[in-house]
């Protein structure tokens, strides 16, 4: 390989609200890792169309993710930073993966098991099944060595290694076997009014997710109103899941360690908590929240820097396409 940097790969879908999650699990780590590696941030819109989007919706989406990388600190001088169904070799290395990848592999995909209990799976799309395939794709293309994400992508990571090594098992040595990092605080953040479950982007109750475009009222609010456990220790523990799940915010966005925290609240109770750490979302958020809104006042700046990105990711794609065409003999 002619770059003498790691590369970092990782994508955010543009669908639903960016949420607190997504920023702790997952572009928190891209800003503080873009130093040390070649690094490409994509829009993953090809993932987001696995279940119904209104089109108007997802193109003001996609510009609103573009915004949000960018407030969070991700610099353009050093990240490509591109949707991906602007670089068609995404779409045509997943065709060629789906060629060695396995039904009954995908067939234990727990997100696909989720998605399709909760839709029916009937009627999930097969790109929804063939999502993983698409994932491993977007990694693979641009030989990464890292990729950043949370807790819930781990069995993807797995399967894009599974596909990487199968491949070159088959065809010979094509691509970089990816590693997932996924941090100890952070990775997983529950939903604020039910914290057995993940906080997510498509959920209808807007008091489980903090969103990262939220006004500092609103999160107050949120975070007040978040459930709480019985007792009244602070601790984190598998019989206190929301406290758990609040002290791990903490420590995610104030790069404190959650045993630290637990002692400076001894003897205190949990409205002490939510207070301060209310305070502390609402500083981390707001400035993103403020420039991702002033980014959004020119939507054609942020088009034609995602053109400029996809324009760069397109050639890193190509050479790697092009490899793997002619291991397989079509080139
Ligand atoms: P998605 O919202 O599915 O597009 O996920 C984008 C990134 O955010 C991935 O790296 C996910 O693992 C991460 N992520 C999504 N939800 C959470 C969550 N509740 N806690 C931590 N990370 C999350
Ligand atoms: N599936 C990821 C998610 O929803 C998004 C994604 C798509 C991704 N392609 C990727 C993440 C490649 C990392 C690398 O969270």
Redesign the pocket.
């Known amino acids: 390989m002619q770059d003498h940097k790691r590369r970092v ?5 543009p669908s639903g609200n960016l949420h607190l999650g997504n920023y702790v699990g997952a572009l928190k780590n891209w800003v503080a890792m873009q130093n040390e590696y070649e690094n490409y941030f ?1 829009i ?1 819109d090809l ?1 987001a169309i696995t279940v119904p989007q209104d089109p108007k919706v997802l193109r003001q989406k996609i510009r609103e993710v573009a915004a949000i990388y960018l407030a969070s600190g991700l610099d353009p001088e050093r990240c490509v930073i591109f949707r991906q169904s602007k670089v068609s070799e995404h779409a045509e290395l997943c065709w060629l993966l789906n060629c060695v990848a396995r039904f009954g592999e995908l067939q234990r995909m727990t997100q696909f098991k989720d998605k399709a209990q909760k839709g029916g799976a009937d009627v999930a799309s097969a790109g929804l099944f063939d ?1 993983p395939v ?2 491993a794709a ?2 693979l293309l641009y030989n990464a060595h890292l ?1 950043p ?2 807790e ?2 781990r069995q ?1 990571l797995e399967l894009s290694r599974v596909l990487a090594r199968r491949f070159n098992n088959l065809y010979g040595e094509t691509f970089v076997v990816p590693e997932a990092i996924i941090l100890d605080t952070g990775a997983r953040v529950m939903a604020l009014d039910a914290p057995e479950e993940k906080m997510s982007k498509s959920s209808p109750r807007p008091a489980s997710f903090v969103s990262i475009l939220d006004e500092p009222d609103t999160i107050r609010k949120k975070i007040r109103r978040a459930k709480t456990d019985s007792g009244s220790e602070i601790t984190a523990s598998p019989d206190k899941p929301a406290i758990t799940n609040l002290l791990d915010i903490y420590a995610a966005m104030s790069g404190r360690k959650v045993s630290e925290i637990e002692a400076d609240y001894e003897g205190k109770g949990y409205g002490d908590l939510k207070k301060d750490l209310a305070e502390v979302v609402v500083e981390g958020m707001a400035p993103v929240r403020d420039r991702a809104y002033e980014l959004l006042d020119d939507p054609a700046e942020l088009d034609s820097l995602l053109d400029l990105g996809a324009d760069k990711a397109r050639e890193a794609a190509q050479l790697t396409l092009h490899d793997a065409r002619a291991r397989l003999g079509l080139d």
């Open positions: 790969f990782s994508g955010i879908q994509c993953v993932h999502y698409l994932m977007d990694i990729v994400v949370g819930d992508q993807h």
